[in-house]
């Protein structure tokens, strides 16, 4: 049997980065033999002595119940978790850092000016609280804020200075971020952006110290004596997850500058480290179900919300960008693993009911908001995450009513967003009274639609002296409802693709969808309207979404020549959209994103039939045009302007690269309708390709 910080030579976890080959799995290596583990009385016969006992002693006391208020936190029971940390918010450091993070998500979920300071006094408290119990000296580091410690000043700290320098880093960090969105200036967001390298500089050496400690454990010494326990490695490995996952998300030349000032956007160090703390890659501890055992409190602090990263990875952002390193069968098997936790979480329960959304389960989905409504009743603020997405489903469904319903209900409760909810609310509206036979009862409800319209610009905001792309995306369809005499078209699916929910949509909803615009498009045809152009480009950018969407789903199912024929069909009416677009681009007046957008659809295809070349030409010409703010295409004012939700797509294009060069090294499996290997399809798609010149989508310029 070993000794306490000793790893078993067997246990090697996969080999990333900077890691040591042969590295131990982070969980079985801060498990064994733990400070946080061994008895009070042992503390002597560590390096830390007598001296620092009762500290140490305090120190894990303060964790135990921080984790245990955080557990309550997370299965729904607010109240309960708040009498835990409040008494010892003003002494205990993690009781402080607890409270800090309570406030600091209430308040970005109320967006109230009052709780977004309480917040930021919280946060102020607890690095004030955290600096205080950091380690001293007489030496240049205290010269500066920004200190920078090796290994061997690490493993001379105590325990409670290691964790004073974490948790230092994640309030500093913390602060910087909210009070950016709350000073609203662009003076603010320099000012607290020169704070992130102080809290990454923290990060990484303690990364140091963490992989020394590893490398060491590889080579079968005696850890012990570093005191790596498992809340620390957690925090460690948390936030540089959060570093390496932000960063390697961000547009190439912002990635680049990010990278020129020594910040590293490595996802698969961020993937690792998020999946190492809960043993997700330590294949030889999971159950026969691929799950772990069920943490004790004596885990990590920080684990939970390693999983939960995860979780939002794979189930909420691979669904509105497309992704490198998805991994849905991890995803269900953590969901699974957290829902045995946490059954009453509402957060869990949002994921459960996103993850049935991207399922295209609708009605599932909306079961599983309800319950996180009925099992959140502490804040009211958390109810309306769910509250959100059954608006969304309502308008997939076209529930109109419904949807008003709830969209008036988060306008009259929440915060958040008063321009959007306005903006919904009205189109919903609008939707059922349209459905309503001529005569003053839909006179009244349009009447209705006309003076919330002219509600949503009042209500914008702004974030580090910007505006909020989905507001000013609204905005811009409030005043072209006005423009055109009180009416949009298709403004629900507008939405839909704006909030990036479109891809939710059932099937059988597509095909009804698709009819929908397929008899408005005949009847364009003979419009004369100043912004026909716009209608007509709209309408066939989201023909072809559905489209790809229908050929996807059909594509998973198995091949029969009836199915051939009719995926070769929705491909030839994809690229024949494509070319209507292009062809009436240089007419649109105002809603000139639909151009950009429907070269990136044009890319999607392309990606899913395996033309990685002819689709990153697109998605580079799509990154090169924001750069070098290349625009004009159409003939309103604002042709030469920056389009709607244009660092949403640069986002999304910046992804898909990353993806295609995932496919090509092989790190992400290609699907593709090619790989049926179908003769007629193959020639079918041959034959497509063809019609199209390679400069095709430049010529609307």
């Known amino acids: 049997m070993s000794k306490p910080g000793m790893i078993p030579q067997g246990r090697n976890a996969k080999s990333m980065g900077s890691l040591p080959t042969g590295s131990p799995s982070m969980r079985v290596m801060t498990r064994m033999g733990s400070l946080s583990e061994i008895p009070v009385d042992s503390f002597a016969k560590l390096s830390v002595g007598k001296k620092h006992e009762k500290e140490n002693k305090s120190l894990y006391k303060d964790i135990a119940e921080v984790r245990k208020a955080m557990d309550l936190f997370l299965n729904s029971r607010v109240a309960e978790c708040e009498a835990i940390i409040l008494p010892q918010r003003r002494t205990s450091m993690y009781h402080a850092l607890g409270y800090a993070f309570v406030l600091s998500l209430q308040s970005m979920m109320t967006f109230q000016r009052d709780d ?27 010269v500066n804020i920004m200190r920078s410690y090796s290994i061997q000043d690490f493993q001379k700290m105590t325990p409670l200075q290691r964790h004073a320098e974490l948790v230092f880093a994640e309030t500093y960090l913390m602060k910087a971020g909210l009070q950016i969105v709350y000073d609203e200036s662009f003076v603010s967001f320099l000012k607290e952006a020169m704070k992130v390298p102080t809290s990454y500089a923290i990060y ?47 547009p190439e030349i912002v990635l680049k500058l990010a990278q020129m000032v020594g910040f590293s956007g490595d996802r698969d160090k961020s993937m690792h480290y998020y999946k190492c703390m809960g043993g997700w890659e330590d294949t030889a501890h999971l159950d026969a179900d691929g799950l772990p055992e069920l943490q004790g409190p004596e885990e990590g602090l920080r684990r939970q919300f390693c999983d939960m990263m995860l979780l939002l990875y794979n189930i909420v952002f691979a669904k509105l960008t497309p992704l490198s390193h998805v991994d849905d069968d991890l995803a269900e098997r953590i969901l699974k693993y957290s829902l045995r936790l946490y059954p009453d979480g509402i957060f869990f329960l949002y994921f459960s009911g996103r993850q049935l959304s991207s399922h295209r389960k609708l009605e599932e989905a909306k079961v599983q908001y309800m319950k996180g409504i009925e099992f959140q009743q502490d804040w009211k603020q958390l109810q309306h995450v769910c509250y959100w997405e059954l608006g969304l489903i309502a308008m997939l469904q076209q529930q109109w009513r419904r949807g008003h319903e709830i969209y008036q209900l988060l306008n009259k409760e929440s915060n958040w967003s008063k321009c959007v909810y306005t903006y919904v609310q009205g189109i919903n509206l609008f939707m059922f009274a349209l459905e309503l036979p001529p005569g003053p009862k839909r006179n009244q409800l349009l009447l209705k639609v006309n003076e919330m319209m002219k509600l949503v610009t009042k209500a ?28 949009l078209l298709f403004p629900d699916l507008e939405a839909l693709l704006a909030f990036s929910a479109f891809e939710l949509m059932p099937v059988d909803m597509m095909h009804k969808n698709l009819t929908r615009i397929d008899t408005t498009l005949k009847r364009l045809e003979t419009n004369k309207s100043l912004y026909v152009h716009d209608d007509i480009c709209l309408a066939h950018l989201l023909k072809t979404m559905l489209l790809r969407m229908l050929i996807e789903d059909l594509a998973k199912k198995p091949s029969t020549s009836e199915s051939n024929q009719q995926i070769t069909q929705w491909q030839i009416l994809h690229r024949s959209s494509v070319q209507t677009v292009m062809a009436h681009a240089k007419d649109v007046q105002l809603d000139h994103y639909c151009y950009y957008f429907t070269v990136y659809e044009d890319a999607s295809m392309m990606i899913y039939n395996g033309e990685y070349e002819r689709a990153k030409d697109k998605l580079k010409y799509l990154i090169r045009c924001s750069e070098k703010n290349e625009f004009g295409v159409g003939a309103g004012s604002r042709a030469k302007n920056k389009y709607s939700l244009e660092n949403a797509l640069i986002m999304k294009c910046h992804n898909a690269m990353e993806m295609i060069k995932a496919i090509n090294t092989g790190a992400k499996k290609p699907v593709s309708i090619l790989s049926k290997e179908s003769p007629s399809l193959t020639n079918s798609n041959n034959h497509v390709a063809k019609e199209e010149s390679d400069d095709e989508f430049e010529d609307a310029m």
């Open 116 to 142: 977004i300071e309480a917040a930021l006094q919280a946060m102020k408290e607890a690095y004030q609280i955290a600096d205080k119990y950091r380690k001293r000296d007489n030496s240049w580091k205290n």
């Open 204 to 250: 990484k050496s303690l990364e140091k110290y963490m992989l020394h400690v590893q490398a060491e454990a590889a080579a079968g010494k005696d850890v012990s004596d570093y005191g790596l326990d498992e809340h620390l490695a957690s925090g460690i490995c948390f936030g540089l997850g959060c570093f390496n996952l932000v960063v390697s998300m961000l």
């Open 460 to 487: 914008k905001r702004k974030i580090a002296g910007k505006s909020i792309f989905v507001e000013k995306f609204v905005a811009r369809k409030s005043r072209k409802f006005e423009l055109q005499g009180n009416r």
